[in-house]
């Protein structure tokens, strides 16, 4: 029987502290709801009270039935001289209607001291009065506590004496705190030790930060040692930027250390997972992220990729199927032919041996211009296609024109501009015509392709452009150098990227964006 870790997702609270990430009640209750499904443990939504997102979560919440998952809401003990039935923010708390309330109190003297500025003995007052009271009016209480391994550091004693007043009052989970995030995977086990030996039948949880890039072989130590509880954002999102990915830690914990923390098909789905998050607060994703980035199991050069076509073990540390992601060969002018039979074969493309000499020039020639496949899959699957197939593309753009013009006034918000821009399109023998405005020169080209296609290629209406950057190839030049645009699509689950090159953004955007549509009606 494998030991059960049980997963706690912050993304709802400590996540929504970072810099950039950013959750809305109603995205933030989707995510609740996508963890059920996958049979997450626990949700903390926020701290009831103090902003209207968090609000709003706790209304969509409590109207909700969960199949699995429990949420919680976060708050604070009571303040020091004061009565807990009359603090306002512990009857916020109770308001949030959650089955568990997570409260987190100073387990440091050293903060107690000189950041709460009160006695020892009244800080461990507010700990018993505030969980004996949220316990008294029957919610599960879980205790945080904040600066867990610098106060066992500073005083051990007193660090011991939180905890225990947080179990006897009723407490059903003492969570360790890292808050600064610079402990060590040494000290996090000799101090989880402490806490489990000390704390019978309490679930000891870590919430670990990343400032020291170590977060997760911090989760990993913690449990080892005994912590049964693990916290974490999905991504890391955090304070500081620094929190705990809790996909990567739950990754390693079922896939190298033999713990349990959900079925094997929800694993499965972490790639999917990690993605929609980032869509969700409107952020980036990191191709370089561990276990589900897009290049994080891609294999370059002539070697490696042909031992990875051999074995898929060769290179790799687990199968990246596990994870929900793909291994990938990336395809340069340094690659051998064997990468271009494997990519091939990635591709779904059928190319006869004696071609691919041919293909190997074709993507030479690209990258002298300023192309790198290396994250447009979509770009490279159609120069393979062109360079050994005489069937034509299902349309091409004959001619366009984008005009732009504004009153002068660069504020980002305006209805002052105005940009059109009109393409012109052969399919087969037939030329079709459209005009669009748009939001900016490339959502009105993007709008005019759509438009002049949309009778002949109805799919391309589910189509979605999600994703647009734009980098300098030679930043020398300054704004006379040439420009690689990236694009990302996406239909229903599926997503692909594309590339277009050139000094005029406009241009190689234009390229990139008949690359997209391309590759939805040819893939
Ligand atoms: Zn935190």
Known sequence: MKILVKLYDVTGRDGTQDAEFKLPGKRKFKLAVRLDAMGFHYFEGGWPGANAESDEFFTLAARHTFSRIKVAAFGSTGGKNLKVESDPQVQALLRAKTPIITIYGKSSLWQVQNVLRCSPEENLRMITDTVAYLRAKGRTVFYDAEHG???????????RATWCAAREAGAEAVILCDTNGGTLPREIAKVTREAVQLLPGCEVGIHPHNDCGIATAN????????????????????????NLSLLEAAANLQLKMGYHCL???????????SQFVDELGDMQSNPRRPFFGDLVFSHNGGRHAHAVGLNANSYQHIDPE????????????????ASIALMAKNLGLRIRKEKFGLVLDAVKRQEALGYSYREAGASLFLLFRQAVSKRTLPFTVS??????????????????DECTATVKLRMG????????????????LDSA????????????????????????????????????????????????TTIGVGPNVIKASLKALIDGLEYALLS
Not at 429 to 444: I, L, R, Y
């Open 449 to 496: 392709l759509r438009k002049a296609l949309a009778r002949s290629f109805p799919k391309l209406k589910q189509v979605q452009l999600v994703d647009y950057q734009v980098r300098i190839i030679k930043d020398r030049l300054g704004s006379a150098a040439k420009t690689r645009v990236l694009i990302g699509f996406r239909l229903s689950h599926r997503r692909w």
């Open 263 to 273: 079925p094997a098909r929800s694993l499965r789905r972490f790639t999917e997972l």
């Open 429 to 444: 023998k037939k030329e079709f015509h459209a005009v669009a405005d748009g939001d900016g020169p490339v959502n009105a």
């Open 322 to 337: 596990h994870v929900g992601n793909r291994s990938t060969i990336i395809v340069s002018g340094q690659s051998g032919k």
């Open 149 to 159: 391994f610098d106060g066992f550091k500073y005083d051990a004693e007193y660090a």
């Open 219 to 242: 989760a990993l130590a913690a449990v080892e040692a005994g912590a049964r509880q693990v916290q974490g954002t999905i991504n890391g999102y955090g304070e500081r930027g620094t």
């Open 399 to 416: 001619k366009y024109n984008v005009v732009l013009a504004g009153d002068g006034s660069l504020a980002a918000t305006g209805t002052s």
